[in-house]
């Protein structure tokens, strides 16, 4: 596995006024920095730096000879300070609030700076990865000469912040925090669909429950067993907080300024980040814009399809990296 590597901000400013000094970590695959062109990975709510290889948690896509390949390119991913994977979330375990979506962004492009990295090929992240990618570019229109968000958007959608505030009832008030909120975090993943195709209103007669019952309670204890609660209230308060336009006019003038040619992945079932604003931004775009493109994946598993359906997500994927490597 690739090491963790440091960057010390030493003192970084963040849009609510707080001022702080940041550890943060990153790593790198594939190519040696500097050596090809640069690929930046952003993780998603629960996920970090680590995405390929054994344990990456997006190796179905990031690999030798997989359509980000490792042979041709640097793969980049920083972790977003908090995430609890570096071991150095101590200091925002206090201030969550302090921090929006932007700042991440901010900080990221800062640690480009220090990794001597003036433009990426690709920007790519799912979620909330995809959503500071949104913010990354709408920072420095000229970073990247891909912008690929997937099952995401520029901006969180009241339905985003109403779940993000139960989200956040659960990380405050319950007794078990981690596992009631990331029960509630499935169903906003899954369809009804999908869980009627698995489970079938079957029954686990050991525990007298039904299976989609032991499914949650699975995963809600997994989650409590790898992760942080303060990681958890930090990637919630960011993810409620993705919105390119705070302090910078309308939607449309902010898009237009991105150079990137943007290619937006929304899934056909999504419940959470839902396709049909996907197709608003690209209506809001298209009459400006000709480099703005829109792939979508076909599922019945909603939000979480950008972990599942890898061949829909690779066959994509594939495609813009190789017109351009043409």
Known sequence: MSKLQYIEIPRYTTISGK?????????????????????????????????????????????????????QFTVLSFNIPGNGYDGNSDHLIENYKDFVARDIAALFLLGLKELGVHQLFAAIGGSLGGGIAWEMAAISPKITKHLIPVASDWKSTDWIIANCLIQEQFLVNSSQPLQDARMHAMLCYRTPESLKNRFQRSQNTEYNLFNIETWLLHHGDKLQKRFQLSAYKLMNQLLKTIDITTNRGTATDVLQTIEADIHIIGIDSDMFFVSEENTATLKLLHPNLSNVYYHEITSIHGHDAFLIEYEQLNSIIDKIFKLELV
């Open 19 to 71: 001022t702080l000094s940041i550890n943060l970590s990153y790593q790198l695959f594939g190519c040696a920095l500097h050596s090809a062109p640069v690929v930046l990975v952003n993780h998603a709510l629960t996920g970090n730096s680590n995405v390929t290889g054994p344990q990456g948690w997006w190796n179905a896509l990031i690999g030798s000879n997989k359509p980000i390949d490792t042979q």
